[in-house]
């Protein structure tokens, strides 16, 4: 029987979960767990979506994200597989990992929002050591909305569900706190832990929350890569064994990519003469170039807030 449609929208926000297949589990060390957390930063950052909670436990993870209108399965797909690749390597290990399909519910109100989030911050209620000290799990989001730790890994958007317990962050902090341990034992949390395996909502939250347009034309945006870089972007792209066009290429690629929502086979196709891992490694250049070059960094984002 074919898989169900999974129900998306560009405006919408996700509660994801994967998990580990039964004989394994998904972390067997904490450096596991660093390294995904190093890989959820990468992609967030590669896509410019916004993480507001997550908690990974042995077999699987929660991720309450918004993806400011990038495909959530293409991001999923990213950072399950790099993780995928990083485990069967360490142990010597081949085929899957995940258990099929990451789940994912769409958040449509704030209710559900505040509910899950402390639904995925009272995750390590059942660890030994944790119960009433879920704060103090060092792999979950939960120690940086209570401030009892930093947030060094530079992953989470904590803003977005502080703003509704107030303005002032040490009382906001209090009484997020307050509300979250507050949830722990109700009947809703079963209903949220019951609605990732369930049918996906159908609706779309609409709340004053940022996204991008990832469907834009590439020639549209390449028309205007050409103006502020004073290049002639369309020729570069296609350009062969150019060292001068190279750095064009790399940023165009992952601008396609990221804002247009290509694929690396759509982008094969588009450029031209390339492999996937070809299109793979300008992609990566194009995201090295928006992070340490400041004039690509500018246009990028010129790119994302063009009308």
Known sequence: MPRAARKKSEESMYHVMSRSISEVDLFQCDEDKDYYLSLLKRYKEKYHCKIYCYALMSNHVHIYINPC???????????????????????????????????????????????????????????????????????????????????????????????????????????????????KETGIMKEVDDSIVKAYTENVYSSEKQYIVRNRVPEELIYKMGHLLGRKVFEELRAKYSREA??????????????????????????????????????????????????????????????
Request: proline share 1%.
């Open 69 to 183: 209108g990038f495909d959530i399965s293409m991001f999923m797909r990213c950072l399950n597989n790099a993780y995928v690749a990083y485990f069967n390597r360490k142990y010597g290990r081949h085929g899957h990992l995940f258990q099929g399909r990451f789940a994912s519910t769409i958040v449509d109100n704030d209710t559900y929002s505040l509910t899950l989030s402390a639904y995925i911050h009272n995750n390590p209620k059942d660890l030994p050591g944790f119960a009433g000290r879920e704060e103090y799990y060092r792999y979950s989001s939960y120690g940086i909305y209570t401030g009892c730790r930093k947030d060094t890994d530079g992953i989470v958007d904590t803003e977005f569900i502080l703003s509704h317990f107030g303005r002032d962050g040490k009382t906001a902090r209090q009484k997020y706190k307050a509300f979250t341990q507050s949830m």
């Open 246 to 307: 190279s750095k064009i290429r790399a940023f165009t690629t992952y601008v396609m990519r990221s804002i247009c929502g290509y694929t690396y086979k759509s982008l094969c196709e588009y450029i031209g003469n390339m492999s996937l891992s070809g299109i793979s490694r300008l992609t990566n250049e194009g995201f090295r170039l928006t992070k340490e070059d400041m004039r690509y960094r500018n246009i990028f984002n010129s790119l994302i807030h063009m009308g």
